[in-house]
């Protein structure tokens, strides 16, 4: 079928090049060998006897055909008579045998073809690893325009700030060389370079006093009378007894008033209140009541148990100071419970 395809191409070919005025050289077709043909044996016939020694003398002798070209054909493969390389063979042209140059160009092209197909796969790997950065670049781009915007959107309530009385108890101090300082080793170290000024710093005003107010306090079985400074800062302390600020007062139903004081400097107010006892009064005063409380329990705690400053449902009063005395690594814990308001 490919040799008959091939012929009728070539026949297409001739055909277009003579309407064409091209010339055509074409060669003429080698008949075919006549086929063979059995010929009976012919005996000899006998010698002449009129002396022409086996010759007539008007018969003349023919030539010899010549001989033809044996037809170039391969077992399977058909031949015809206008194949140009047949041809050429028929008539004498030597050929070259470049069937390994053939080899040669084969191997090249294939080489050519699966440089392309690697080449290929490669060019849609870079495409695809290409389209995911991109992806993660616009994405990255979008969550950062998204936290810009909300970071502008106003918040319902304030973010609430950290103060000291939140992370560690007051009163924590150190002496060296006769000089007391505030320990801020006692601070967690996370809140440490903000908590330090705060505390640290002169307070210019303070919460203005109102008639809820703790403003006195007064512990007979110390000897103790004093007014209270509202805060629980350096400067609170050194000026006497301090007031944590959280939020509560004497005439809150479940506030707990947390009184704070030195224990071995500015005056160590606080210097025996580990003697207290339950059952000793304590006494605060505002501006129109005087309430009353009795000690129901003492403690010894780490300087970050804030929990102590905590309401525990009940009016009470929480005095604080350092323990032990110039040691200050821990603090002194006393509870007293309201039980009248005169």
């Known amino acids: 079928m490919l040799a008959i395809r091939k012929r009728e191409a070539r026949q297409s ?59 170039i054909s391969k077992p399977g493969v058909p031949r015809f008579e206008d194949d140009f390389d047949d041809l050429a063979a028929v008539a004498g042209v030597p050929q070259k045998d470049d069937r390994a140059w053939r080899r040669f160009v084969n191997g090249s092209l294939m080489l050519v073809e699966i440089a392309a197909v690697i080449g290929l796969f490669g060019l849609g790997f870079m495409l695809v690893t290409a389209r995911g950065e991109l992806e993660d670049e616009t994405r990255a781009a979008q969550q950062m325009s998204n936290a810009t915007r909300v ?70 079985e110390l000897g103790i009378e004093e007014s209270i400074v509202q805060g629980s800062d350096w400067e609170a302390l050194r000026l006497g007894v301090g007031q944590v600020l959280n939020g509560f007062d ?11 004081a030195h224990n071995d400097i500015y005056a160590e107010i606080f210097r025996y209140i580990d003697q207290l006892e ?41 005095l604080i100071s350092c323990y032990p005395h110039g040691v200050n690594n821990k603090r002194y814990i006393v509870f007293a419970e309201l039980v009248e308001t005169t």
Do not use: C
């Not at 043909?37 to 010759?55: L, S």
């Not at 329990?297 to 905590?310: A, F, Q, R």
């Open 278 to 318: 339950t059952g000793d009064l304590i006494y605060i005063r505002t501006t129109d009541e005087v309430y009353t409380y009795r000690v129901t329990s003492t403690d010894v705690v780490d300087p970050t148990d804030v929990w102590v400053l905590e309401s525990q449902g009940k009016q009470m009063v929480t």
């Open 151 to 220: 970071a502008a959107i106003p918040t319902l309530a304030p973010t609430p700030t950290v103060r000291m009385h939140d992370v560690v108890l007051p009163g924590g101090h150190v002496i060296e060389n006769g000089v007391a300082r505030f320990n801020e080793a006692e601070i967690p170290a996370r809140y440490r370079d903000q908590l330090v000024y705060e505390y640290t710093r002169t307070v210019l005003e303070r919460p203005a006093p109102t008639d809820q107010t703790a403003q006195f306090v007064s512990i007979p």
């Open 250 to 260: 004497p005439s809150h139903p479940e506030g707990n008033v947390v009184l704070s």
């Open 13 to 71: 070919q001739l055909q277009r090049m003579k309407r064409d005025g091209r010339m055509v050289v074409t060669a003429e077709p080698q008949a075919p060998p006549p086929d063979p043909v059995k010929v009976a044996p012919v005996e000899p016939a006998p010698p002449p006897t009129d002396g022409t020694n086996g010759h007539h003398p008007t018969q003349v002798d023919k030539p010899a055909p010549k001989k033809s070209a044996p037809a």
